[in-house]
């Protein structure tokens, strides 16, 4: 307890693990040909649905790196947070 409030632990989200094609390819200077596969899947990634971070544990890239591509192909990135709730759902 902290104070009057009660610290409610919350579990970790499970980290994903890096596809076997990108493992270990997170490199200084990457072979242009899986950077490119990398930057293909990315950008399908996201277009699917699939959140930077995601995207970052399955490429075994940083997030930063992730959002370097999208800029670089022009991608609008989607805001923060969780999808909202229209008020029609309920």
Known sequence: ML????VVPYRPRPQLRSL??????????PDPAVQQRVEEFGLQSY????SL?????????S????????HK??????SGGAARISPDSG
């Open 63 to 70: 997030h930063s790196a992730v959002r370097n591509i999208l």
């Open 47 to 50: 277009g699917s649905g699939h």
């Open 73 to 78: 192909h022009g991608v609008r990135r989607r």
């Open 20 to 29: 076997p094609e990108f493992a270990n390819t997170n490199l200084p200077r």
């Open 3 to 6: 104070g009057n409030r009660i």
């Open 53 to 61: 971070r995601e995207i970052a544990e399955l490429t075994d890239r």
